[in-house]
T-cell receptor, first 113, second 115 residues
Framework: QKEVEQNSGPLSVPEGAIASLNCTYS??????FFWYRQYSGKSPELIMS????GDKEDGRFTAQLNKASQYVSLLIRDSQPSDSATYLC?????????????FGTGTQLKVEL | DAGVIQSPRHEVTEMGQEVTLRCKPI?????LFWYRQTMMRGLELLIY????????DSGMPEDRFSAKMPNASFSTLKIQPSEPRDSAVYFC?????????????FGSGTRLTVV
């Protein structure tokens, strides 16, 4: 099992809808999680972090963490065409040498007019 | 702040040639990371440094890859000799205190093509 897993998509939603992006993680991954957005040909950009069980909201974005189910999600409300990008879920793997941020392969989101 | 600066943006080289990628982290960040991104494998951590010291290089694929950080403001990733399977986008990222709320800030990446 990969440490962080995501559905590659593409996930298509109409403009104004809620986009729901999901991520599961293995026992090796610690309880700190991040969502990065990556536009085509660009570098990953941090948009959300979550450390505690439950929800965290920031504008149109809500991150959800369920430690019992080892599940992290990102909800994007009122989706806009500018939200079309690949969304990467990331978590820390604890190793003897330190903590390493490990990424899922990303979910491509397409917001259609 | 100019962010994490990488050079070159694009590199095309012939198989067998040496390739050197460069990175300048954000001033004051004490962690530096080198990642490689491909369609098949996504973002993979190659190596990371803390205060210029390599901490974990277990992601470096082969002895052909080497990385150095001679000072707090400069790091290089070298591939010698390069092979077509090394073609990928290489990202450098830096961070304060390595984890937690700060996350990682990525550079613009170097797109490497080995022909």
């Amino acid at each position: 099992q990969k440490e962080v897993e995501q559905n590659s998509g593409p996930l298509s939603v109409p403009e104004g809808a809620i986009a729901s992006l999901n991520c599961t993680y293995s026992d090796r991954v610690s309880q700190s999680f991040f969502w990065y957005r990556q536009y085509s040909g660009k570098s990953p950009e941090l948009i959300m972090s979550i450390y505690s069980n439950g929800d965290k909201e920031d504008g149109r974005f809500t991150a959800q963490l369920n430690k019992a189910s080892q599940y992290v999600s990102l909800l994007i409300r009122d989706s806009q065409p500018s939200d079309s990008a690949t969304y990467l879920c990331a978590g820390y793997i604890l190793t003897g040498g330190g903590n390493k941020l490990t990424f899922g392969t990303g979910t491509q989101l397409k917001v259609e007019l | 702040d100019a962010g994490v600066i990488q050079s070159p943006r694009h590199e095309v080289t012939e198989m067998g040639q040496e390739v050197t990628l460069r990175c300048k982290p954000i001033s004051g960040h004490d962690y530096l990371f080198w990642y490689r991104q491909t369609m098949m494998r996504g973002l993979e951590l190659l190596i990371y440094f803390n205060n210029n010291v390599p901490i974990d290089d277990s992601g470096m694929p082969e002895d052909r890859f080497s990385a150095k950080m001679p000072n707090a403001s400069f790091s290089t990733l070298k591939i010698q000799p390069s092979e077509p399977r090394d073609s990928a986008v290489y990202f450098c990222a830096s961070s304060l205190q390595g984890q937690g709320a700060y996350g990682y800030t990525f550079g613009s990446g170097t797109r490497l093509t080995v022909v």
